[in-house]
């Protein structure tokens, strides 16, 4: 009588490798551009012989994952996003309308991660946001001695929402997030140009921006939510307020030249 139980295959060395590989990929463990510790010490650190960790990263290779440079070692590919850098969001980095609708957009993504950071966080993601957080001021110190440019401020407001991303543990957000960098300063940006306009606008956001981080490193989902809502709704409402005003005073320059 034959037996009906089948032979388990344990798996390779090399594929245990790559899923790890892979998973810290995905994580945002390794970024792309980043390189990968040498052979030798990335096999001690898998506890693998030096023949099966090549064999994995010849299996990242040909994944477009990872590339090597002659004499130089292996990096993460730095194109792993590059179908979300396209003519197009050239094009919606330059529109007035599009910037409000990247600012509905910020509503969901923003929301979302600050939601699961207060969920997921752990001491390490927490103690990363506050270090962001902190930079935020360095960064407009600068501003006082840069005019009208506010492209410091944006990365470091950018890079305190990214932290915020990496906290929620949510490989999805974090690289839609990493994908759509260029526009997401951009539109940090263009719009820190037009808030400075309001002397009142910097210190109310800073404030909001604080509860955001209140509520996330005190582990409160819902109120974290809450206070990304109501952060990109003040953004919101002062921009449109411009908005208006800026019209008004375009019809009355077009009435006193036709007067």
């Given at each position: 009588m034959s037996s009906t139980y089948k032979k388990v295959k344990q798996p390779k060395i090399s594929d245990v490798i790559l899923?790890?590989?892979?998973?810290?990929?995905?994580?945002?463990?390794?970024?792309?551009?980043?390189?990968?510790?040498?052979?030798?010490?990335?096999?001690?650190?898998?506890s693998v012989s030096r023949p099966s960790l090549r064999e994995a990263i010849q299996k990242l290779e040909s994944k477009g994952l990872v590339s090597r440079r002659q004499g130089g070692g292996t990096f993460v590919n730095d194109n792993l996003l590059s179908s979300m850098s396209d003519p197009l969001f050239a094009l919606l980095a330059t529109n007035d309308e599009a910037q409000f609708d990247l600012l509905e957009f910020r509503h969901g993504l923003e929301g979302m991660a600050a939601y699961y950071a207060a969920m997921r966080g752990t001491d390490t993601d927490y103690a990363k946001i506050q270090k962001k957080f902190d930079a935020i001021s360095d960064a407009q110190i600068e501003n006082t001695t840069l005019s009208d440019d506010y492209l410091a401020e944006a990365q470091a407001v950018f890079d305190f929402y990214m932290a915020i991303c990496e906290a929620s543990h949510n490989a999805i957000i974090l690289h839609l997030a990493r994908a759509m960098s260029t526009l997401l300063i951009e539109n940090i940006e263009q719009n820190l140009k037009l808030l400075y306009k309001r002397p009142d606008a910097p210190n109310r956001i800073g404030c909001n921006r604080r509860k955001l981080m209140e509520s996330i490193l005190s582990g409160e989902p819902n109120r974290s939510w809450g206070a990304s809502h109501?952060?990109?709704?003040?953004?919101?409402?002062?921009?449109?307020?411009?908005?208006?005003?800026?019209t008004r005073v375009t019809r009355s320059l077009r009435r006193l030249q036709t007067s």
């Open positions: 899923q790890q590989l892979e998973e810290m990929i995905l994580e945002g463990t390794l970024m792309p551009g980043q390189k990968l510790p040498a052979e030798r010490e990335l096999a001690a650190q898998f109501k952060n990109l709704a003040y953004i919101e409402e002062v921009l449109l307020n411009l908005a208006t005003e800026n």
